[in-house]
């Protein structure tokens, strides 16, 4: 029976290989585009013009089904747009099984390296606020659509240098990898300790297995997408062969990727 599973964090078009990586173990998977701002409209539009958009949408749609993968938007600074995001995947997909909430730190850190107001707010809309909105409504919905079987949501931390660490150790700085400003160092700090808390609270709901996963590109399983992928699936479907779900305590300790046992993990710590 294939699963359905929501990848958030990174957008469409940088996720493939990690999308990719599921499809090969049975997953039907939703991508989001991430949006900033409503669209401003202009003007009216006839019914010829928006009969003419819906089917066009209805289109795309139905050959990104047939993929295996279907992208929808997402404001990351909008609670009601992760709610439609959730509401949308389960419409298109008749459920969602799993959700990966996939913070990249050296990913972020390319792309955001200014200091000033405007990277201030944007920072905290897309990498804190984005990921905690739809997180509880994730949780929401599982809690609603629980019947037996618990679902899965996983915070994804692939670590990156900061500027801390290069001022500890300066080889770092090698101009081969993106170094996290205070802004991305600080939402990653943010995302480990609202994973973590989110473990504790909700690890021993019946509905839903939390599950950390915490490691960085010199961990062979981590270095690509599509390898990271690789291993997660078979990780979560071992989840649906314990005789019981994981505890809360099991939820709130962070694993390696290539970790082989599912309730098990080993203790990570930041650098």
Known sequence: ?????????????????????????????????????????????????????????????????????????????????ARNLVLQAENFFERVDEAVLYFDEEFYASSAEKMDAAEISRTCDELILGFEYLATEILSRFERKYEDKPFSLVFLLKEGPNLLDVLRSPAIKNGTVAIASPLVAA??????????????????????????????????????????AKWLAPFLDSLDELKSKLTAKKSAVWIKPGSKKAGGGFSLFRK
């Open 187 to 228: 939402a990653a700090a943010a995302f480990t300790s609202f994973a973590e808390n989110i473990a504790a609270l909700y690890g021993d709901e019946s509905y839903v297995n939390i599950v950390l996963v915490r490691g960085d590109a010199s961990m062979e399983e981590a270095k690509k997408d599509d390898s990271l």
């Open 1 to 81: 029976m294939s699963k359905t599973v929501l990848i958030a964090g990174k957008n469409s078009g940088d996720i493939d290989r990690f999308s990719d990586g599921l499809l090969s173990f049975s997953r039907q998977v939703v991508e989001t585009d991430a949006i900033s701002f409503p669209e401003v409209k202009t003007g009216r539009k006839t019914i010829a013009e928006k009969k003419a958009e819906l089917a066009a949408f209805e289109e795309e749609k139905e050959i990104q089904s047939q993929s295996g993968i279907c992208t929808f938007e997402w404001n990351k600074a909008s609670a009601l747009s």
